[in-house]
């Protein structure tokens, strides 16, 4: 038999041979990447090159990510998980962590235009905002939420708010249960735009407490979020212009939450300026 003939029928044994070498090497890999501190747009480039690379970021490379960038938070939501995973997995946690996801109108939140997604340059999530967001009944959760990222729409109208989060553990959550529990149905029109799964509407549910309009910088009756049955929220709020007093007070009480970190390294800010047309799109492969 020929060397050519034997490579057509054992073909698993070279791709074997092949994947330990170079740039499929998990080492190697890990060692590239720790030498440039986990560059988010370099890891999303090697995702997309082909099905090897995209199996092992999905794998290792993204959580790998998550963990250096925001230790504190990835240690809170992993703690009491099974095997330490993570509801929708590493590659949906990593996408919410770093990419705004942008706007389109809804039943109860109307656009005069969608706003687009991007990756959002300093990104902060709290508990303490989280808390904001959960009833009486829940407040036993566990929930990271971001920081609104500032949209501007128009010289006339107030600016778009757009914020994300994740529960811990949100199968065996109380949010869940009080869910299922008043038989909430899914939207029909919206899906999770971190793990693409079925979403409910917290504002149909009337399951959403005036805190968050107060924590988010809004006003009741002005903002909607979603929760995916993995856990993953993402929302919208009309943002009250904040006079310098406001701003002052904002600071004061941002020392004092308890959060997962700045994930860019970058000096806090209350809202992250953003304009139409800036920053990387998603077309990068997460």
Known sequence: MSAAQRRRLNPLSQETESDDSGILNECVLLL????????????????????????????LLWRKLCVYRAPRMVSALVNGSPNGRIGGGWDALAKLMFFCCGCESTRNFKL????????????????????????????????????????????????????????????????????????????????????????????????????????????????????????????TCWLVPLSSDEENCEEVEAEEDEDGGDFNGEAYKKHEKVTNGTGSRSSLMF
């Open 32 to 59: 590239v990447f720790e030498s440039i501190k986990w560059d988010l747009q370099v890891l999303c480039l090697t995702a997309s090159v082909n099905r090897k690379l995209r199996a092992i970021a999905k794998r």
């Open 112 to 235: 005069s235009r969608p706003s687009p997604g991007h990756f959002a340059g300093a990104s902060r999530f709290s508990k303490t905002s989280g808390r904001s967001f959960l009833t009486k009944k829940c407040r036993a959760d566990l929930l990271f939420v971001s920081d609104p990222c500032e949209h501007p729409v128009g010289d006339k109208e107030d600016d778009l708010g757009i914020y994300r989060g994740v529960f811990r553990g949100f199968l065996r959550s109380n949010t869940r249960a009080c869910l299922i529990g008043r038989q909430v149905a899914f939207d029909d029109r919206v899906r999770c735009p971190y793990c693409g799964t079925r979403v409910w509407s917290m504002t149909a549910a009337r399951l959403v407490p005036k805190s968050a309009a107060r924590r988010l910088g809004s006003r009741d009756g002005r903002l909607e979020y979603f929760v995916c049955v993995n856990g993953h929220l993402h929302g």
